[in-house]
């Protein structure tokens, strides 16, 4: 097994999501892979010279995925499970674990981090004119309750 301080970091544009061990996609472009810690200041009576700082609530940007239109239904069965028909026939969202995963140029997994409570709550489609000479690009946008990295 490589060294962790002489192995070359993976090339950042192979990646894929899936929901509950289902592949949704490989995507070209995934953003939000952020956490934010609250920080509160507290100024202590008398004491001019600092302020407290204390650590509050975590908070998680929505994941938005970009990618090439492909002629999977994968995206469209999850959404379609969370909103729509899916959604009046048990008048709830489920939440669902998910993760996006960096493949080495093998396509094995280097890097993952795994979701909690993942929810579709947005998807657009492709710009589509006849004088475009741009790729057909799809997005969705997934919310969820947090994530951790793991292998």
Same mark, same amino acid.
């Given at each position: 097994?490589?060294?962790?301080?002489?192995?070359?970091?993976?090339?950042?544009?192979?990646?894929?999501?899936?929901? !509950?061990?289902?592949?949704? %996609? /490989?995507?070209?472009?995934?953003?939000?892979? /952020?956490?934010?810690?609250?920080?509160?200041?507290?100024? !202590?009576? %008398?004491?001019?010279?600092?302020?407290?700082?204390? #650590?509050?609530?975590?908070?998680?940007?929505?994941?938005?995925?970009?990618?090439?239109?492909?002629?999977?239904?994968? #995206?469209?069965?999850? #959404?379609?499970?969370?909103? %729509?028909?899916?959604?009046?026939?048990?008048?709830?969202?489920?939440?669902?674990?998910?993760?996006?995963?960096?493949?080495?140029?093998?396509?094995?997994?280097?890097?993952?981090?795994?979701?909690?409570? /993942?929810?579709?709550?947005?998807?657009? %489609?492709?710009?589509?004119?006849?004088?475009?000479?741009?790729?057909?690009? !799809? !997005?969705?946008?997934?919310?969820?309750?947090?994530?951790?990295?793991?292998?």
């Amino acid at each position: 097994m490589a060294d962790a301080r002489t192995m070359d970091p993976p090339f950042a544009g192979r990646f894929v999501f899936e929901v !509950e061990g289902r592949t949704i %996609g /490989a995507f070209t472009e995934v953003s939000g892979l /952020a956490v934010t810690i609250e920080v509160e200041d507290v100024a !202590e009576g %008398g004491q001019n010279a600092f302020t407290h700082k204390l #650590l509050g609530r975590m908070k998680w940007p929505n994941l938005v995925l970009k990618r090439g239109v492909t002629n999977s239904d994968a #995206l469209f069965e999850w #959404l379609m499970e969370c909103s %729509g028909e899916g959604f009046a026939k048990s008048n709830r969202v489920v939440g669902r674990s998910g993760k996006v995963s960096v493949l080495s140029a093998a396509g094995k997994p280097v890097r993952t981090w795994e979701f909690t409570n /993942a929810k579709p709550v947005r998807w657009s %489609g492709p710009k589509l004119a006849a004088s475009a000479r741009e790729l057909a690009v !799809e !997005e969705l946008e997934v919310c969820h309750s947090g994530f951790r990295s793991g292998r």
